[in-house]
């Protein structure tokens, strides 16, 4: 079939096999032009291994140190009618690469939050790996079902306390004007910390340590964003932020239960990048736009590859990296550079929907979006014949 990408407000409802296949392959020749992570974990498992910072993950542990990898993601494989997700082909392209290379890389295709995957994983890595020695959770999903209650938690994106009402950019009518967005409940705020907060995290891994799975300094890392002021009222001091705080919580939890196998758990805050789950915040494709105009003028943009690839050289595996008062490796300090974060607030009261696409990389936030579903993808022929089915 043809496979033009069919998008829907803030998502894309079909995926590119080649095009997810051509960005793989970019950001796996980015991390070879590199050079080699020293003394990086060699047998690793990725929790949300399929898109963004936890596929960038993985190939940054594939081919920056040569690591056996296995992935834990939840997506949809293709029919003869229907393509598959983007995060299916993104698996099926690096495990291909990867085998290629000589290296272990297998998936495990289900429900994370799951008591079932937890146990399927771990049957995996006794059977294949023996143990491992990182644990990368990068999990995002908009609900989450309690495996002890079987209870549904939905998560929600609200300021907390009062109504906030700030400028946003409709991306479907390219109109820029302000939304007003009420405060969420205590019962949102709790569903959003359960969806979104570290007790997932805590059990994954209570699960892999009773197991006896984690290898001797075993280290584990979760992603955050904090972002800068203009991002607070919807998610530094919103409901996800709220969430972000219980992974913290989660981090030190975790770091005590690892001492006895000499293991470390560690949050990293990164900087904002396009996602599906970004791209879902009002305030973000505008914040985006603004803000890739300013780190592209200044040679400091970076994607989720780039951002990744450096926390392992320069955090997980560096001696003695810098970390923050609440002992996270931060990586978002180009994003938070005070000539930056002002130039994007004095361009924030500027914009409009006349002018948004001349004082912001529209175009650049665009392409990225598109990219994430394998669109918008130089060298790639939009018009040629695909198959949709791809094996995993």
């Not at 963004?52 to 040569?66: D, E, K, Q």
């Not at 272990?104 to 399927?120: H, M, P, R, T």
């Not at 914040?287 to 592209?296: E, G, N, Q």
Request: aromatic content about 8%; glycine content about 10%.
């Amino acid at each position: 079939m043809i496979i033009q990408p069919k998008v829907r407000g803030f998502i894309c409802t079909n995926a590119h096999p080649t095009g997810c296949a051509a960005e793989v392959q970019r950001q796996i020749d980015y991390v070879r032009a590199q050079g080699p992570i020293s003394a990086a974990g060699r047998k690793v498992l990725v929790i949300g291994a399929s898109t963004g910072y936890g596929l960038a993950s993985r190939i940054s542990a594939a081919f920056g140190s040569g690591a056996a990898t296995l992935g834990v993601f939840l997506e949809k494989p293709g029919s003869a009618t229907r393509t598959a997700s983007a995060g299916y082909y993104n698996s099926a392209a690096l495990q291909a690469a990867a085998r290629g290379a000589g290296l272990y890389a297998e998936a495990i295709n289900g429900d994370a939050f799951s008591d079932e995957i937890k146990a399927q994983t771990i049957a995996k890595i006794r059977a294949d790996m023996g143990q491992v020695d990182l644990v990368v959770y990068s999990l995002a999903a908009p609900r989450r079902s309690d495996p002890h209650t079987g209870q549904v938690y939905q998560s929600c994106l609200k300021p907390i306390g009062a109504a906030v009402t700030r400028k946003t950019l409709d991306t479907n009518k390219n109109l820029v004007h302000e939304v007003t967005i009420e405060p969420a409940t205590e019962e949102e705020i709790a569903s959003t910390v359960k969806v979104m907060g570290g007790e997932d995290w805590e059990l994954w891994m209570d699960a892999l340590l009773d197991a006896e799975v984690l290898a001797q300094g075993c280290k584990t890392v979760a992603y955050t964003y904090i972002g800068g002021e203009i991002t607070w009222p919807l998610y530094g001091h919103a409901t996800i932020g709220r969430a972000k705080e219980d992974l913290d919580r989660a981090a030190h939890s975790i770091d005590r239960r690892l001492v006895d196998i000499d293991g470390a758990a560690r949050v990293a805050v990164l900087k904002a990048v396009v996602t599906q789950a970004s791209s879902a915040i009002p305030i973000m494709p505008l914040y985006l736009s603004l803000l890739f105009r300013l780190m592209k003028e200044r040679g400091v943009h970076e994607g989720c590859i780039e951002q990744i690839y450096g926390l392992f050289k320069d955090g997980l595996y560096a001696a003695d990296a810098p970390l923050d008062e609440m002992r996270r490796y931060r990586c978002d300090g180009k994003e938070l550079d005070a000539g930056i974060q002002d130039e994007v607030a004095r361009l924030w009261e500027q914009a409009t929907t006349e002018n948004f696409q001349q004082i912001a990389d529209y175009q650049g936030y665009r392409d990225d979006f598109l990219r994430l579903f394998g669109f918008a993808v130089p060298g790639i022929d939009y018009g040629a014949e695909v198959s949709p089915l791809v094996e995993l």
